[in-house]
Nanobody, 128 residues
Framework: QVQLVESGGGLVQAGASLRLSCATS????????MAWFRQAPGEEREFVAA????????YYTASVKGRFTISSDSAKNAVYLQMNSLKPEDTAVYYC?????????????????????WGQGTQVTVSS
């Protein structure tokens, strides 16, 4: 069974940077895409960024474009989220997710329902 383990969260001031990591463990099955989602208190879990492996397209929600970058290390089966110029509204639990379904419409990779394996989450808190 594939497991995802996030790390790298923490408490930072506005304007700082953090790098989240997501490591894959267990029985490794090639995924078609991996993504980061986040959930703030009292809010729905929302899409942040995704990367598809066959064509390496990347997708970002509008609020993080230009500040966040998703990347991967195939040798380590890991995916990362570099977060720069953090804002208090970025405060949330960040989840890593993997999709083992190929969607011709890549919009599905920006939806919660597009992913079948999830990590436990890592807290990111940005103070003003």
């Amino acid at each position: 069974q594939v497991q995802l383990v996030e790390s790298g969260g923490g408490l930072v001031q506005a304007g700082a940077s953090l790098r989240l990591s997501c490591a894959t463990s267990g029985r490794t099955v090639s995924s078609y895409a991996m993504a980061w989602f986040r959930q703030a208190p009292g809010e729905e879990r929302e899409f942040v960024a995704a990367a598809t492996w066959n064509d390496y397209n990347t997708y970002y929600t509008a609020s993080v474009k230009g500040r966040f970058t998703i990347s991967s290390d195939s040798a380590k089966n890991a995916v990362y989220l570099q977060m720069n110029s953090l804002k208090p509204e970025d405060t949330a639990v960040y989840y890593c997710a993997a999709s083992h379904t190929y969607y011709t419409d890549h919009n599905y990779y920006t939806e919660n329902e597009g992913y079948d394996v999830w990590g436990q989450g890592t807290q990111v808190t940005v103070s003003s």
